[in-house]
T-cell receptor, first 117, second 112 residues
Framework: DAGVIQSPRHEVTEMGQEVTLRCKPISGHDYLFWYRQTMMRGLELLIYFNNNVPIDDSGMPEDRFSAKMPNASFSTLKIQPSEPRDSAVYFC???????????????FGPGTRLTVL | LAKTTQPISMDSYEGQEVNITCSHNNIATNDYITWYQQFPSQGPRFIIQGYKTKVTNEVASLFIPADRKSSTLSLPRVSLSDTAVYYCLVGGYAGNNRKLIWGLGTSLAVNP
């Protein structure tokens, strides 16, 4: 398997523009996570899906952020309008099998480095 | 929710054993402890996971005391390639939701 695939790898945009980040999870994985990483706040869980359904979006910073998972092999994270403080690396991760307790091994993509000018 | 605290940085030399401790005083009964490794420009990569006592795999050991309020990642005989950021993750399930609390990471520098 190619692993988790994210695109684009780098995105530079101007304040106010719409940004769409894309993720293809590992085939067969039933959980998908979106994270944001910054120096100040570290790794933050934004939202996660189980079987394409959003389960917990309490980490989404505000209404400018939205995420969708139309099918098992594709998810998007959209920021509209974007602001300079959204500049960060955004990771997508997927995992397999809800075990009832504990955390499952998450496989991370390479990330998208977003710069909002 | 459990909050994790780990040292910001550590220095070591090739061939030494490195121990990184993470504090998680409010860990819940159902929470597991997982450690990830991250290299620059890459996503975090799973190293090891445990619930209590000791877990060992081919790359590391994880020590968890009985009260589970802390955990220690042990890397035996580190090499230059072990220079990375190491994250402690405490997580479990609260009802139908997963709660994943990441530490801010420990930047490990291995010197020749």
């Amino acid at each position: 398997d190619a692993g988790v695939i994210q695109s684009p790898r780098h995105e530079v945009t101007e304040m106010g523009q719409e940004v769409t980040l894309r993720c293809k999870p590992i085939s067969g994985h039933d959980y998908l996570f979106w994270y944001r990483q910054t120096m100040m706040r570290g790794l933050e869980l934004l939202i996660y899906f189980n079987n394409n359904v959003p389960i917990d979006d309490s980490g989404m910073p505000e209404d400018r952020f939205s995420a969708k998972m139309p099918n098992a092999s594709f998810s998007t994270l959209k920021i509209q309008p974007s602001e300079p403080r959204d500049s960060a690396v955004y990771f997508c991760a997927s995992s397999l099998v809800y075990r009832g307790y504990g955390t499952d091994t998450q496989y991370f993509g390479p990330g998208t480095r977003l710069t909002v000018l | 929710l459990a909050k994790t605290t780990q040292p910001i940085s550590m220095d070591s030399y090739e061939g030494q054993e490195v121990n990184i401790t993470c504090s998680h005083n409010n860990i819940a009964t159902n929470d597991y402890i997982t450690w990830y490794q991250q290299f620059p420009s890459q996503g975090p990569r799973f190293i090891i996971q445990g619930y209590k006592t000791k877990v060992t795999n081919e790359v590391a050991s994880l020590f968890i005391p009985a009260d589970r309020k802390s955990s220690t990642l042990s890397l035996p005989r580190v090499s230059l390639s072990d220079t990375a950021v190491y994250y402690c993750l405490v997580g479990g399930y609260a009802g139908n939701n997963r709660k994943l609390i990441w530490g801010l990471g420990t930047s490990l520098a291995v010197n020749p």
